[in-house]
């Protein structure tokens, strides 16, 4: 099945950086790759995604970047302010099925 | 608002009692929805999928006898956790998506603490 596979596990920025988290993938078959922010206790939230047969997609401070050929994707935040501050899940599967296969989270902490 | 409901929200039992939880989709079918398990401070697993009118497909090391998923009517989804345990104490969350597109959909959660 699919492997994903996240890093770094934690990220401190200060207020107005941007901040870089990466996964990887191991399925070629595996054609989108949504991102999730959960704050403590609550569901995730999708915050962004992309699909395979893009390569970048820009969503006013996030933004995602894809490299097929290396199997993985990135999570971009510019500006970032401390309400960013949760943790990030990046995620894997095949378009159209629900069965995403996550990557063990990244914890954002902006600092003021 | 809403598109999957969820409840409980939280949840205490004793040991070796069980726990029903449910997943509801507001405004649509739903023929498939998903189970996650998610500990503290770690990612979501996906503990089965659960298909309405069929037998739930689990993941491996995930025990069927013990977490019974029922999914009887196109709106609703329910995982029942068998003689809890302490350590069944998790996050456990349903998904869903839309027939069309590919938003997928989570519920709200529920907590359960086993004691």
């Known amino acids: 099945g699919e492997n994903v596979e996240q890093h770094p596990s934690t990220l401190s920025v200060q207020e107005g950086d941007s901040a870089v988290i990466k996964c990887t993938y191991s399925d070629s078959a595996s054609n989108y790759f949504p991102w999730y922010k959960q704050e403590l206790g609550k569901r995730p939230q999708l915050i962004i995604d992309?699909?395979?047969?893009?390569g970048e997609k820009k969503d006013q401070r996030i933004a995602v970047t894809l490299n097929k050929t290396a199997k993985h994707f990135s999570l971009h935040i510019t500006e970032t302010q401390p309400e960013d501050s949760a943790v990030y899940f990046c995620a894997a599967s095949v378009y159209g099925n629900n069965r995403l296969a996550f990557g063990k989270g990244n914890q954002v902490v902006v600092i003021p | 608002g809403a598109v999957v409901s969820q409840h409980p929200s939280r949840v205490i039992c004793k040991s070796g009692t069980s726990v029903k939880i449910e997943c509801r989709s507001l405004?649509?079918?739903?023929?498939?929805m998903f189970w996650y398990r998610q500990f503290p401070k770690q990612s979501l697993m996906l503990m089965a999928t659960?298909?309405?009118?069929?037998?739930?497909?689990?993941e491996q090391g995930v025990e069927k006898d013990k977490f019974l998923i029922n999914h009887a009517s196109l709106t609703l989804s329910t995982l029942t956790v068998t003689s809890a345990h302490p350590e069944d104490s998790s996050f456990y969350i349903c998904s869903t998506q839309l027939s069309s597109g590919n938003t997928i959909y989570f519920g709200e959660g529920s907590w359960l603490t086993v004691v």
């Open positions: 405004d649509f079918q739903a023929t498939t």
């Open positions: 992309i699909r395979s047969n893009v």
């Open positions: 659960s298909n309405e009118g069929s037998k739930a497909t689990y």
